[in-house]
């Protein structure tokens, strides 16, 4: 996630930690580094040179310059401000204080809209919330289908217009509106029309479609892959139809950021979801400090905390944090805490959440493809129940028979087996044996 973004701001922060004290040189220089990284992020210029100024005009106040840690502070600062740019603060999802709130959700084609119709109403769920799910396309008549279906997937309601309604959105609004009533459906989740590209017809027909729904949220789903096209398409939405607040999805791509970083500033209306892969439960709510301490390479525990409480296993957790503090892990201890990983996201991602220093410096160099943990758990399986317990008897016999019985070659055996020594060896030192033990 922002991988890109990430590296070069940690690496501009290394910069200023390495100074003695922080000059109106050696600022400038990593201002500079800081301005270009932005930019090669694709983060709008105007944007970027209003944060560069705040950062500089905070950096060299006095107070700042004159004090103990000047570097820190800077960094500091840095992290404020991108919190700021990202938001400042948590927006929750407003929901009518007279049901049924109503979702309108628009955006362009192709930009995963559709797909996060889907995803919002699996989330409303986890709030004892009965969500039904419309597509008001006048155009696309695929869009219905298309919604039908990931309603069936996610077993929830679909409700289907007919194209006279459609045509007359008082008329479709009133017809819904009964329907729902009397099934208790709340939120009505609206999959609005979208095109490749923006134009007035467009418009137009959204504006209609607001102005007889008035919906509690009109949120704009931007491609983050799409860069500053998101941004100034998620404008054009905002000066013509008008929205709430914004989902920005397939943010777990290869993603450059700059949609991120510049999509608050110039729609003011803030991030409330981001996408994170394409299964419906990977939306996740947008805290703006915690993305900003993440890109600047501080982690993410609270996230990392609350992904764990919601998807991991107690006893097994508490099980691991045993052996973690007595040095006892196995292989089938490893094995079981892939599979908790793989319900909590990707690995890449999991790692990604814990700060780069203290006792997981480096941790996130780690040569773990998210694609091999399945390869993992083959190998893992196929070995005997006293070579997980002591993988030191793994002699080159034994790797393959082990490579054989899980139909992977010997090298990715060999590469287990030293990853998982790795960790061992990592577990062992005393900075993360002074974490263990303030464990529970």
Known sequence: MLDQLSKRLQKTMKFLRGEGKITEKNMAEALKMIRLTFLEADVNYQVV?????????????????MSLTPAQ???????????????????????SSHPPSIFMVVGLQGSGKTTTCGKLAKWVLNFQKNPLLVSFDLKRPAAQDQLKMIAKMLSLPSYEMTKELMLSPPKALKELVKFSAN??????????????HIDDELMEELRIVKDAFKPTEVIYIGDSMTGQDAVKSAQIFEEKVGLTSIILSKLDGDA???????????????????????KFDKLEVFHPDRMASRILGMGDILSLVEKAEKETDLEEAEDFARKLKKQELTFEDFKKQLIQMKKMGSLSQFLSMLPEG???????????????????????????????????????????????????????????????????????????????????
């Open 49 to 65: 040179k209003e944060f560069v100024e705040r950062i500089r005009i905070r950096a060299l106040d006095k107070k700042v310059l």
């Open 73 to 95: 502070q800077v960094i500091k600062i840095v992290r404020d401000e991108l919190t700021s740019l990202l938001g400042q603060e948590e927006k929750k999802l407003e929901f």
């Open 183 to 196: 099934r208790a459906f709340d939120p009505i989740i609206v999959d609005t029309a979208g095109r490749l």
């Open 256 to 278: 450059r950021g700059g949609a991120a970083l510049s999509i608050v500033s110039v729609t003011g209306k803030p991030i409330k979801f981001i996408g994170v892969g394409e």
């Open 358 to 440: 203290g006792p997981f410096k480096g941790i996130s160099k780690m040569n773990i493809d998210d694609k091999k943990i399945i390869h993992y758990e083959a190998i893992i399986n196929s070995m005997t129940l006293e070579e997980r317990e002591n993988p030191k008897i793994i002699s080159g016999s034994r790797r393959s028979r082990i490579a054989k019985g899980s139909g992977r070659h010997v090298s990715e055996v060999n590469q287990l087996l030293k990853q998982f020594l790795e960790m061992k060896k990592m577990m062992k030192k005393s900075k993360f044996q002074k974490l263990l033990s303030s464990l529970p």
